[in-house]
DNA sequence: TTATCTGCAAAGCCTTTGCGCAGAT
DNA sequence: ATCTGCGCAAAGGCTTTGCAGATAA
C-alpha cells in the first residue's frame, strides 16, 4: 500500500474522529497527530517536539505534552510503555510473565508455564541480538471494575 | 516449599553474591533486599522505602534508590518496566507487539500475525478483565552490540 | 586503615498546571 | 460570540548527585 495514500487516510480519519470527539482541529493537533502517524520509531514526547518545530518553530512543549494526553484520552494514540510512570521491581529473577490492571497499575505475575510458549517466526533484524521475552497481560483488575 | 525457608535462602545468597560482587553487606542493603525478596507486588522504591522504614527509621529515600540501582547493575534484581524512563507512543492502534533494545530502548513493531499465538492457561484471578496481550522481545539492537 | 556506604540536601529531568490571549466552531 | 486551545512560565513528581560523617572489610 502506498504510505503517502495511507497517511492521508490516516490523517482524514483523524479529523473525522476529532469532529465526533467535539475536538477542535487545530493546526497544531494536526501537525502532531502528522508525526505520530508518519513513524514507526514510537517516538517521545520530546522527539514529536522536536519533529513538528520543524513546520511550527513557536510550537511549545507544553502544547505537545497536552494533546498527546488529549489523543491518549480519546484512544487515538497509545502508550507503548503501560508502566512507564514508575519504576516497578522484581526480585524474581526467573523467566515469567506478568499481569497488569491498567487503572491501578497493580502487577500480578503469571508462571511461564501457564502461558502458550511464544516463538517469533519472523527473523530479527540485522545483528539484534534476542535475549528474553515478557508477555504483559493488560485488563482490569476486579477492585478497579467494581469502581466503574 | 517453605516460604520463611526460601526468604532465609535468598537471603544467604544475596549476601554471598555481594560478597563476589564486593558488595558491602550493610544492614541497608539486608533489609532493602529482604522487603524486595518478601513480595510479589513489584513495589515502587517509594514503597519498598515505606517498608524499609518500618525496621530502620533513618533510612533516606537516596539509599533506596542508590541501592536499588546498585542491585541492578549487579543483575540482583530487575525492572519489570524496562521502558519506565520515558513516555513511547505508538499511533498503530491495531494489534502488535514489539522489540526492543535494552540498551538504547529503540522499539521495533513485531506484526501479531509473526508470533505464535499467545494464550493463558491459568484462570485469571478472580473477577480479572483480560482486554489484550502485549509481548516484548527484549535484547541488543546491533549498533549497541557493536559499540560493545 | 581504607574504601565504600549512608543521610542530607540540592539539583535535574520529565510532565502537569494556571493564566491570559488567540483561534476554531 | 462562545468555547476551546495555545504559548509561556511556574510548579510538581520522581530520580540522581555531591558531600561530609559513619560503617564495613
Known sequence: MDVEHSLQQRMDLFRQRCLELGLACTHQRMVIYKALA???????????YEQVKREIPAISLGTVYKNIRTFTDAGLLREVSVLHDSLRLDANLGDHHHLVCVRCKAIFDVPETEVTPVQLREPLPDGFRLERCSVLFLGVCAQCAAAQ
Chains 1, 2 share one sequence.
Open 38 to 48: 508518519s513513524t514507526t520509531a514510537h517516538p517521545t514526547p520530546e522527539a514529536i
